[in-house]
């Protein structure tokens, strides 16, 4: 990894990877005090400058974007990381010093100790329930827990304290109206970046809503793609009918409909990806990817705006009716669970029972993964959440999609493709969760937020949507072409480490190429984090060097 540029600044240099990131310094000599914001942000320099020079204590501000904000002092320096995660910030301890970054892979030849064996193995034990909130998956690496910020002061050790707590709660017509305009800025962010804007258009709620206001917020001479997948041979239905209902007919919004032959398959070419700092959610799904982002960026799109995590920030599932009930909303909460039993057809006790004893507190572990990992250490899905307090389910929720959406990020990057989040950003999440606990969803309502702060903008096809496709056929038609290739992966890093029994995940994968039920949400990220490691393993480590004594943090 080669540093491509760096700013002097008085914390030493600040340094990036690329030029894709938007830096913003200011200094007040007066105050003996200074800043950087690195990232997806639209902060004019006047704007910075007016808040760098306010009342101590400072705060980052909830502007448009994701970031990470420096400030420092002549007493210390603080690196702030957001309430999702959408920027982890990673540090490491070395002889003189502190060094940080956000990326755990590029400081991980500066702790030399390589991958996190148990970090692999919990991952692969609850993917669902693994919040690793303040360990990287690199031994001697540590990250910054969402909402918390690195205080770093000459030669004491580190200190992580909290700097960020979910906004109160408003009247619905005030949080509808705030989540509205929260979402046009963090459009206008992106749409500063380039002529030629791209977006995800899947036919949800959380991709339409985003493309259809770019398309709205959108300059003169700006141009908006939609891009919409789907399966060679489909031509209508489904997801593919609601995408449409969305642009048709409309002049602002270029709409690209890419189908998928078999060689863009789940589980095709899934190997040989660039390393990034945890295993990516759509590494199965690698092959789709890549044709999606050459496809905009044949038509001139470097910045591609992605849907992804509208639905841990929006969607409310059974566990919602525990929070209603700590609120003392208990008729309305056992209306929830009730609602919420008819949909999984599920009795309303054992949904009640569920809910109450989730599965998450005493997981089913694969039968692939191995004895000694499963019953070795703590409870896996408590081992690392020390740091977030048990009430901010928000929170805990969020840092996961974050974390993982960034390893997304990376991977995108070779093809020359930024990919943004929106919907991580921290002015939207705080504008989310301005919504009354009454307010964001049921079994009846659907992703309230969204349907009545965008009323105007969404169609009325789109308004009243409940649900959206799946993918599980492709998933099982790709598995079952490209099984011999998968099943030459269950005898590697994994195996080799004693974290699974090879034998055991040979059996899953070729009962579940046979087209019998598979929770692919616990099967694929056992296949995504050997190809992780693999890569890991197989690129050229980071190189590190002194440029002088007073550099000690780079980004």
């Known amino acids: 990894m080669k540093t491509q540029w760096s700013l002097r600044h008085p914390s030493g240099n600040v340094w990036a990877t690329s030029t894709a990131d938007r830096i913003q310094t200011a200094e007040m000599a007066s105050l003996a005090r200074w800043a950087v914001i690195l990232g997806t942000h639209d902060v004019a320099e006047t704007e910075f400058e007016t808040w760098l020079s306010g009342e101590k204590p400072l705060l980052p501000a909830a502007w448009p974007g994701s970031y990470t904000i420096v400030l420092g002092d002549g007493l210390g320096v603080s690196v702030f990381a957001d309430p999702a995660h959408a920027v982890p910030v990673y540090y490491t301890e070395v002889n003189d010093g502190v060094v940080w970054a956000s990326s755990s ?58 700097w960020w707590n979910p906004p109160p709660p408003v009247r619905p017509q005030n949080a509808s109206a705030g989540f509205r305009r929260a979402l046009e800025d963090a459009v ?48 209508h239905g489904g997801d593919l009918d609601h995408a449409r209902a969305a642009v048709d007919d409309r002049q602002d919004i270029r709409h690209l409909v890419l189908p998928l032959p078999d060689d ?27 044709r999606g982002y050459a496809l905009v960026a044949a038509h001139g799109s470097q910045i591609h705006i992605s849907g992804d995590g509208g639905d841990a920030l929006l969607m409310q599932g059974p566990e919602h009716a525990l929070r209603l009930m700590k609120r003392g909303r208990y008729l309305r909460a056992l209306r929830d669970l009730h609602g919420w039993a008819k949909l999984n057809r599920v009795s309303p006790a054992h949904m009640l029972a569920d809910t109450v004893l989730p599965a998450r507190a005493h997981p089913n572990l694969p039968p692939w993964l191995e004895p000694k990992r499963a019953n070795g250490g703590r409870d896996p899905s408590r081992r690392y959440r020390s740091a977030i307090p048990e009430a901010d389910f928000d929170l805990a929720a969020l840092a996961g999609v974050g974390r993982t959406a960034r390893s997304d990020v990376q991977l995108a990057d070779p093809s020359g493709i930024r990919l943004e989040n929106p919907f991580l950003d921290r002015a939207v999440i705080d504008a989310a969760l301005r919504f009354p606990i009454t307010h964001r969803g049921s079994p009846w309502e659907y992703k309230p937020q969204i349907t009545t702060a965008l009323t105007d903008v969404l169609p009325n096809k789109l308004l009243h949507r409940r649900a959206k496709g799946g993918t599980d056929a492709d998933h099982y038609r790709g598995l079952r072409a490209n099984l011999t290739s998968v099943l030459e992966l269950t005898d590697g890093w994994l195996a080799g480490n004693g974290i ?26 056992t296949i995504a984090t050997e190809i992780w490691a693999r890569s890991i393993e197989s690129c050229a480590a980071p190189g590190w060097y002194r440029e002088c004594a007073r550099t000690r943090n780079r980004i």
């Open 105 to 162: 892979f590029a400081l991980s030849p500066l702790a030399g100790t390589g991958i996190n064996l148990d970090w692999a193995a919990d991952l692969i034990a609850d993917p669902a329930g693994f919040t690793p909130i303040d360990r990287s998956a690199f031994n001697g690496v540590s990250m910054v827990p969402p909402g918390y910020r690195l205080d770093l002061a000459g030669t004491h050790s580190p200190i992580v304290r909290r």
């Open 188 to 235: 206008l962010a992106r749409l500063s970046f380039g002529r030629t804007i791209s977006c995800d258009l899947s036919g949800g709620l959380d991709s339409t809503s985003l493309c259809l206001l770019s398309a709205r917020k959108a300059q003169p001479g700006q141009q908006i793609i939609a891009c919409t997948v789907r399966p060679e041979g489909v031509h």
């Open 264 to 290: 863009a398959a789940p589980f095709v070419g899934i190997t040989g990806g660039p390393a990034t700092d945890e295993p990516a959610p759509s590494t199965i799904t690698r092959a789709r990817h890549q």
């Open 500 to 525: 699974i029994d090879s034998r055991l995940l040979r059996s899953e994968l070729r009962s579940a190429a046979s087209g019998r039920p598979t929770a692919w949400g616990v099967l694929e990220p």
